[in-house]
């Protein structure tokens, strides 16, 4: 199983500069790099300092500047934001300012708040629509010309200018209904899955959800599939537990963006009172100290070696958490050091 990196650049307070929270970005995937990871994933977001990222590909064409190996993704863009011939020569630019080295990660979005402001009455049907009717044609316009007459876009004859470093970049698509698996097998992509909070249950129903994918669909060759957790390596019983209550008021806060009902402030959410995160007790510390993974370096080795057992490909090390930045390295220090040599 191979192990990547899952970053933002992530604010929750006036004080913190942008410019300090993109040299802690490039630190974190300098030592994802130095460590063996196989990949950097940086995904795409407007308007909320909860997670700021409104181009993915200018931080990882910095990135492909500071790094040498790893490998550099978007985890991922959202296909309702972009133009098929503009994402097509945008990531093909940016393949060759990394030197053959991204891979290109779809999704249809998720936030309404998003939604809002960027494509006014968009609905998650129809951003899905948009994005199984785009990810066909970036292979073909990365070939060579191509004309277009769909339900969202229609363009004369046209190709990607310029051309990637790559013969074809490497696609994948954040999937978790059965019909979405489906999709992305059919169309040779990898898949990207999270349970988020839920669990290990949902993880082997993500598992399975994909090898039914594959069954489907056995004319077609075996993509890979991505699991993207929460993940939270500590020193002692009691760093966990630290970690387990910043993990409960991430997820608060994930919640409260989620919904969009907060009144929001220059990108900032209105703070979420002891009380009103007391009120969601799916993502209290305890729960989340069981659904997320967090612990010392033996309990995380168990619970990676029964994901890999499921068949996964790859495990993504999410690391946004509002946590402190030096907290956030010494975890990501100790996974490194102490839990992916169990898997060489």
């Given at each position: 199983?191979?192990?990547?990196l899952?970053?933002?650049?992530?604010?929750?307070?006036?004080?913190?500069t942008?410019?300090?929270?993109?040299?802690?970005?490039?630190?974190l995937?300098?030592?994802?790099?130095?460590?063996?990871?196989?990949t950097?994933?940086?995904g795409?977001?407007h308007?909320?300092?909860?997670?700021?990222?409104?181009?993915?590909?200018i931080?990882?064409?910095?990135?492909?500047?500071?790094?040498?190996?790893?490998r550099l993704?978007t985890?991922?863009v959202?296909?309702p934001?972009?133009?098929?011939?503009?994402?097509?020569?945008?990531?093909a630019?940016?393949d060759?300012?990394?030197?053959?080295?991204l891979?290109l990660?779809?999704a249809?979005?998720a936030?309404?708040?998003?939604?809002?402001?960027?494509?006014?009455?968009l609905?998650?049907?129809?951003a899905?629509?948009?994005?199984?009717?785009?990810?066909?044609?970036l292979?073909k316009?990365?070939?060579?010309d191509v004309?277009?007459?769909g339900?969202?876009?229609q363009?004369p004859?046209?190709?990607?200018?310029?051309k990637p470093?790559?013969?074809?970049?490497?696609?994948?698509?954040?999937a978790?209904?059965?019909n979405?698996?489906?999709?992305?097998?059919?169309?040779?992509?990898n898949?990207?899955v999270?349970?988020l909070?839920?669990g290990?249950?949902?993880?082997?129903?993500?598992?399975?959800?994909?090898?039914?994918?594959c069954k489907?669909?056995?004319?077609?060759?075996?993509?890979?599939?991505?699991?993207?957790?929460?993940?939270?390596v500590g020193?002692?019983?009691?760093?966990?537990?630290?970690?387990?209550?910043?993990?409960?008021?991430?997820y608060?806060?994930?919640?409260?963006w989620?919904k969009?009902q907060?009144t929001?402030?220059?990108g900032?959410?209105?703070n979420?009172?002891d009380?009103?995160?007391?009120e969601?007790?799916r993502?209290a510390?305890?729960l989340?100290?069981?659904n997320?993974?967090?612990?010392?370096p033996?309990?995380?080795?168990?619970?990676?070696?029964?994901?890999?057992?499921?068949?996964?490909?790859?495990?993504?090390?999410?690391?946004?958490?509002?946590?402190?930045?030096?907290?956030?390295?010494?975890?990501?220090?100790?996974?490194?050091?102490?839990?992916?040599p169990?898997?060489s």
């Amino acid at each position: 199983m191979k192990f990547s990196l899952f970053v933002h650049m992530e604010r929750f307070a006036p004080s913190q500069t942008h410019a300090e929270l993109f040299e802690q970005l490039e630190e974190l995937v300098l030592i994802a790099e130095a460590g063996g990871m196989e990949t950097a994933w940086i995904g795409e977001h407007h308007c909320m300092e909860f997670t700021i990222a409104p181009n993915p590909f200018i931080n990882i064409a910095h990135l492909g500047a500071r790094t040498q190996r790893i490998r550099l993704g978007t985890g991922t863009v959202i296909a309702p934001f972009w133009h098929p011939l503009r994402l097509a020569g945008e990531a093909a630019m940016t393949d060759l300012a990394t030197g053959g080295r991204l891979d290109l990660g779809i999704a249809r979005g998720a936030y309404a708040f998003e939604y809002e402001r960027l494509s006014p009455g968009l609905n998650a049907w129809d951003a899905g629509q948009k994005m199984r009717e785009m990810v066909p044609l970036l292979p073909k316009l990365w070939e060579g010309d191509v004309t277009h007459e769909g339900e969202f876009w229609q363009f004369p004859k046209s190709t990607s200018v310029p051309k990637p470093a790559q013969k074809q970049i490497p696609l994948w698509i954040a999937a978790r209904d059965p019909n979405s698996h489906a999709y992305a097998v059919a169309n040779g992509c990898n898949v990207q899955v999270t349970p988020l909070a839920s669990g290990d249950e949902e993880v082997k129903s993500l598992a399975q959800r994909f090898d039914d994918a594959c069954k489907q669909h056995s004319d077609v060759p075996r993509p890979e599939v991505m699991l993207l957790m929460h993940t939270y390596v500590g020193d002692s019983d009691t760093d966990t537990e630290q970690a387990s209550r910043e993990f409960s008021r991430f997820y608060c806060y994930f919640d409260a963006w989620f919904k969009n009902q907060r009144t929001i402030t220059n990108g900032l959410i209105e703070n979420l009172s002891d009380e009103e995160m007391a009120e969601l007790p799916r993502y209290a510390p305890d729960l989340l100290k069981k659904n997320l993974v967090i612990g010392t370096p033996d309990e995380v080795i168990a619970r990676l070696k029964s994901y890999e057992a499921m068949g996964y490909d790859q495990y993504s090390f999410w690391i946004d958490s509002l946590m402190p930045f030096e907290r956030k390295k010494a975890s990501l220090e100790r996974f490194i050091r102490d839990v992916m040599p169990a898997f060489s």
